[in-house]
């Protein structure tokens, strides 16, 4: 076997380690989160069931890795007839990302608690649920909608690679709403390319201060 070859067989087997033990990791994180913050995410269920008694738990399709569908778990953050109004916000050219994304700084349909959730990343709770059943990992690029995708070119296609996580480079980024589409590729671009547990720690324990210094959120 030549030096070469011998170079890329170490690198797969050490690629393959990795992705072992971050799902076991993943495992390990969501179980502990979800038994440690199981009180704390009932009493957000309960308070959004209660601010307009509607189901507190929202549940949309999202792509993950290499394009296969999942349902993706979040504590419901706006108001009940939301995805009615997105297109008509579109419309109204009222949204404030480029690309294929759709975001708005002070969205009008969220609710007092939803902004409260948010500022805090408190509905992102759940999405311990997606890691711990496989869909999801702790780190990773944010999954995109099945409409999103549509959209997408070939080098965007990139973000498809590996798993959908909670927490990315784009999420710990201080000016992250302001960031192009194309900018926020690279950057998922940027972590596919450079997976490593230093990498993987590095984003969260930043999310974790982003999100203690309630800044995740803004």
């Known amino acids: 076997m030549s030096i070469k070859n011998t170079a890329v067989s170490k690198k797969a087997f050490k690629h393959k380690f990795y992705l072992i033990a971050k799902r076991i990791f993943d495992i390990i994180s969501s179980v502990f989160a979800l038994l440690l913050l199981s009180p704390v995410i009932l009493i957000i269920l309960l308070v959004k069931f209660f601010e307009d008694f509607h189901n507190p738990i929202y549940v949309t399709k999202r792509v993950g890795k290499d394009g296969k569908l999942f349902p993706f778990i979040k504590v419901r953050t706006m ?51 997606n890691i711990l059943l496989g869909h999801m990992s702790v780190v990773g690029p944010r999954p995109p909608l099945p409409k999103e995708v549509k959209h997408y070119k070939k080098r965007h296609m990139r973000r498809l690679e590996v798993k959908g996580g909670l927490l990315c480079y784009w999420q710990i980024q201080p000016d992250r709403h302001s960031i192009k589409f194309e900018d926020w590729v690279k950057l998922d671009v940027q972590y596919i390319e450079n997976q490593s547990f230093a990498t993987d720690m590095k984003i969260i324990f930043k999310g974790a201060y982003m999100i203690f210094s309630g800044k995740s959120g803004d």
Not at 95 to 105: L, R, S, T, Y
Not at 115 to 128: G, N, V
Request: hydrophobic share 40%; charged share 35%; aromatic share 8%.
């Open 79 to 129: 108001r009940p007839d939301a995805d009615k109004h997105k297109d008509a916000m579109i419309a109204k050219g009222l949204n404030e990302a480029d690309g294929p994304v759709f975001k708005i700084k002070n969205d009008p349909r969220i609710t007092p608690v939803g902004k409260f959730l948010r500022k805090w990343s408190l509905d992102e709770l759940l999405q311990f649920i």
